[in-house]
């Protein structure tokens, strides 16, 4: 009889303990599954989300920073996760590559400034799994490409110049152009070369006469220093960005320039706020050529969840330019004729 008791007794306890562990997993199973509520786990949800990264050269550029907030925006809106890793050195942008890769991000876009250098941490990400999409320069093995068509972009900007050259001075005038360029980096080069080209075929009587590298607004300041004392009458200033040319302006009002001196010009591209408000001054700064980069943050976006997905995408994306420059109708600084696509 005390042996049946002492069975009833211990029966009874584990009969009560199933009771209470069921009762505790009742009041958190409402809230999700493994690894969600109180826990401090990522929810199935989060687990699912496309993780999306960006190496991107320089945040001090206003419009690579509108670029980032962009597609953050747009990630959002398509349910996935997007970060930005700003990466100006090589060795930088292999650390950043490597890191994204092995943190299980599906995709990485870069600029790249070095293909060679680069490709090993770029085919490691790979081999995990990772999607690499190029930008500015390919790669061996990327997955996709964004950027500009150099050549075109350089002769956009050399062509623009050419016209306020033939409208401003006789043909049989000499007219003296500063360069500013970025030897460091071959797309760079190749926009140059583009720039050089354009004023050639549209405007033989311009002579660079000087070039100097200036792709920063600091760069620039120091460059237009330079050109103050040792090329007093140059006519014309033309840069691979706004960037580098807004120090060269900046220099050149500093050092007594007339800001509405008719013979003198600046020509960039990117049209960055700072671009787009000397512009809007109908001074010495007169155009720019837009890549519509901000715009493009869908295709950005798009393309790299459509890879993480596994679909098909078109290799070249090429970014499309519009010039922008000052319209005296309106009063403000305006596009100008229709955008070239090359994408179609």
Avoid at 32 to 58: M, Q
Avoid at 109 to 130: N, T, Y
Avoid at 204 to 211: K, R, Y
Wanted: charged content about 25%; proline content about 3%.
């Amino acid at each position: 009889m005390k042996r049946m008791k002492r069975l009833l007794s211990v029966l009874l306890c584990i009969g009560m303990t199933v009771c209470m562990a069921i009762g505790c997993n009742s009041q958190s199973g409402d809230s999700g599954g493994e690894g969600s509520g109180d826990s401090g786990g990522k929810s199935s949800d989060d687990e699912d989300k496309i993780k999306i990264a960006f190496v991107i050269s320089d945040l001090s550029n206003e419009v690579f920073l509108e670029l980032m907030e962009a597609c953050e925006k747009e990630a959002e809106a398509n349910g996935a996760e997007f970060i930005f890793k700003e990466a100006q050195e090589v060795p930088d942008k292999i650390t950043e590559i490597e890191n994204l890769a092995n943190a299980g991000y599906d995709v990485i876009l870069s600029h790249v400034s070095d293909p060679a250098a680069m490709q090993p941490a770029i085919a490691e990400a790979q081999s995990k799994g990772c999607k690499f999409i190029a930008y500015d320069t390919d790669t061996e093995t990327s997955d996709a490409f964004f950027g500009a068509d150099n050549t075109e972009l350089g002769k956009q900007i050399g062509y623009m110049a050419a016209d306020w050259i033939n409208e401003t001075f006789d043909s049989s005038e000499k007219v003296k152009v500063g360069l500013a360029n970025y030897p460091e980096f071959n797309f760079l080069v190749v926009r140059e070369e583009g720039i050089r080209a354009a004023l050639k075929e549209k405007a033989p009587n311009a002579e660079v006469v000087v070039a100097q590298q200036a792709g920063f607004v600091p760069e620039g300041v120091d460059v237009g220093e330079v050109w103050l004392q040792s090329q007093p009458d140059l006519n014309v200033i033309c840069g691979i960005n706004d960037s580098g040319i807004v120090g060269i302006y900046q220099s050149f009002i500093a050092g007594g320039v007339d800001k509405n001196k008719e013979d003198m010009g600046f020509f960039g591209c990117d049209a960055t706020g700072e671009a787009m408000k000397l512009i809007n001054e109908h001074g010495i700064f007169r155009g720019t050529i837009s890549t519509n980069l901000v715009n493009v943050a869908p295709d950005f976006i798009g393309t790299s969840i459509a890879l993480a997905k596994g679909e098909e995408v078109e290799h070249d994306f090429y970014f499309p330019m519009t010039r922008i420059q000052y319209n005296e109708e309106t009063g403000q600084a305006e596009e100008v004729g229709e955008a070239i696509d090359i994408n179609k």
